[in-house]
């Protein structure tokens, strides 16, 4: 299987990454590493990359940047980066690759676990969560020739330990239960899903 | 109570005034009808319609533009139709009035049941819908003075017979439960909810 991971060296998706390299031809994108680079902001790179890497079973996305900051102080601009960014980066990864992942083909985007278990300073980051969430479960009821999506929603990781501080009496969760929930949606055959880390 | 409406002459908007009229002071606020006009995609509109209007004890948005299309077609223009203005222009609305709002006020938004319950053509809205949810839920927790903050995600309602092609099977919602979902966020107590009128 021919598997695209956006985000390959980062926190998570190294591990994806590793948790698929047997048997399967994994093809890294990162924004300034891997074998190739897309910027997803940017729907005219995103369409680049695609063009280069060719016909692909399954797309995942591990990328995608968010803003953290007090609610009485976020701005339109501070939360349009995740709008902009984890959000429709991810919403263009998919409705740009529709037109070339082969049939029964996959895409896994990632959301998080406060679309539902919100934390302080992360409001945007709840809202486009919530909306990849969404997304998921809607373009699976009209992806064509067997194509599904699914969404993974991890809490804080053991990785991440700058973080931990933001997510008091959250119990992180291993890399192992995160890239599994990757492997589950590549390799099962659920679609429209949104497997909670938690 | 001064309560001010945005959409207030909509199919929602007009029921939701009527239901709250009595004993309230209520502010119309539609992008060309009402007492006063905003443009809910632009922040600076937003922020003079408050200078307007001056201090207020709970805003209601039955407002917001999204687009409906194939999914094998859909655009990131297309896309960022709601997420400029269901999505933004809601959020907008809290961000900015939340300066402006009364101690003990409410913000009461709107998303819509495709948010967990999604239809063909319907996967930007549905996105932008489960974005206004769970932006409710985390600007509940950092909200200030005992500002709340809810959501009402109505599936379709009985006064827009031409949405009933697109939900088969879905039975229309009467405008008063509609309506009493938008009553129950702004007279009762609770921040933090997704209100379902299903």
Do not use: C
Not at 111 to 129: E, F, H, Q, T, Y
């Amino acid at each position: 299987m021919k598997i695209i991971i956006i985000g390959a060296t980062g926190t998570i998706g190294k591990h994806v990454a590793n948790a698929l390299a047997e048997g399967n031809e994994i093809i890294k994108v990162g924004s300034k590493s891997g074998d190739f680079q897309v910027d997803i902001t940017d729907p005219a790179s995103i369409k680049s990359l695609f063009e280069k890497v060719g016909p692909f079973d399954a797309l995942i996305s591990t990328s995608g940047d968010g803003h953290f900051g007090p609610f009485n102080k976020l701005t339109d601009t501070e939360f349009r980066v995740g709008v902009n960014s984890k959000l429709m980066g991810q919403v263009n990864l998919v409705l740009i690759g529709q037109h070339y992942i082969n049939p029964k083909g996959s895409f896994t985007l990632t959301s998080g676990s406060m679309a539902d278990d919100p934390i302080v300073l992360g409001s945007a980051v709840s809202a486009v969560n919530g909306a990849i969430n969404s997304f998921a479960k809607a373009a699976a009821i009209e992806l064509e020739n067997g194509v599904r999506i699914n969404a993974v929603a991890p809490t804080v990781v053991e990785e991440s330990p700058s973080y931990f501080p933001f997510f008091k009496g959250q119990i992180p969760v291993s890399m192992h239960r995160v890239a599994q929930a990757y492997v589950k949606s590549v390799l099962g055959a659920q679609t429209g899903e949104v497997y909670w880390v938690l």
